[in-house]
């Protein structure tokens, strides 16, 4: 950790543009008495702030990090910063390809901000999707895969074959079905009963206790990790690190026929 003698950055705006010309990976945290500090690079997405617990004389954080975005079959880099402060501000800048002109403005909830809230020792909103929507999310990356239209992580393409799947091995894929064919009814009743008996904040609860050699829920959730967090920020970290829902579940939507969209529509309602 390096401490930066010139005044530290006034506004959540300055912050993150002092963030995004970081190195990825890194963070700054700003005192309020007008010296900040860069905390230097890590091998994780939303960087060294994960599992950090500022003092109070930290008023503001920022963070960096870089991913690619497609656009078509077009790999486009993308640079990404957040900042946060202990008033409940919050600003994201992005820089995209080599432009050297940062947009910036207000940040919805997203892991990188929650990341910097609890950072800061603040609560994070409640997320607004049920608890079955882990259950579904895996169940649409399965189905992704299995459609064979484009990969997840890669550039969008169409399958090679046009294979498709019958109800009974869509409906298989779902993890409340257990690897066996049930009716929609049955689909919707296992997700109701999910739900019933299952929230955020029992699964974060059981995924801070897992053993060492069980597999991760998502991403660079670790047991320590999720103890860190709080429930809504686990739940956005969990739907963000399986992918993007929206955009795989249309993708998978668009690929099957008429019937067998609308059986799957019946069987994934709002429990």
Known sequence: MAAISSTAPTTLDDLTAVAIDLPPGSAVLCEGRGRYYVLDPV??????????????????????????????DCPVPVVVAWAANRLGQ??????????SDLATGKLSDCPGLDVARR?????????REPAVGMADAVFFRRALS??????????????????GLNWDQLAALHPLAEGASV??????????????????????????????????IA?????????????????????????????VQAEVMEALDGGLADRLSRALAAP
């Open 43 to 72: 091998d994780h997405f939303y960087g060294p702030l994960v599992g950090l617990r500022c003092p109070f004389e930290v008023t503001a954080v920022g963070s960096v990090a870089d991913c690619v975005v497609w656009y078509g």
């Open 90 to 99: 919050a600003t994201m800048g992005v820089r995209i390809g080599n432009d």
């Open 119 to 127: 950072a800061l020792g603040m609560a994070t909103p409640v997320c």
């Open 146 to 163: 299995a459609l064979d239209r484009k990969s997840i992580d890669g550039p969008r393409a169409r399958a090679k074959s046009e294979r």
């Open 183 to 216: 009716s929609p009814v049955e689909l919707l009743e296992r997700r109701a009963d999910f739900d019933a008996t299952h929230s955020w904040s029992s699964l974060r609860r059981a995924a801070s206790l897992q053993g060492r050699d069980e597999p991760l």
């Open 219 to 247: 991403p660079g959730l670790s047991p320590a990790v999720a103890a860190w967090l709080d429930d809504g920020s686990f739940a956005r970290w969990v739907l963000a690190g399986l992918g993007n829902g929206a955009a």
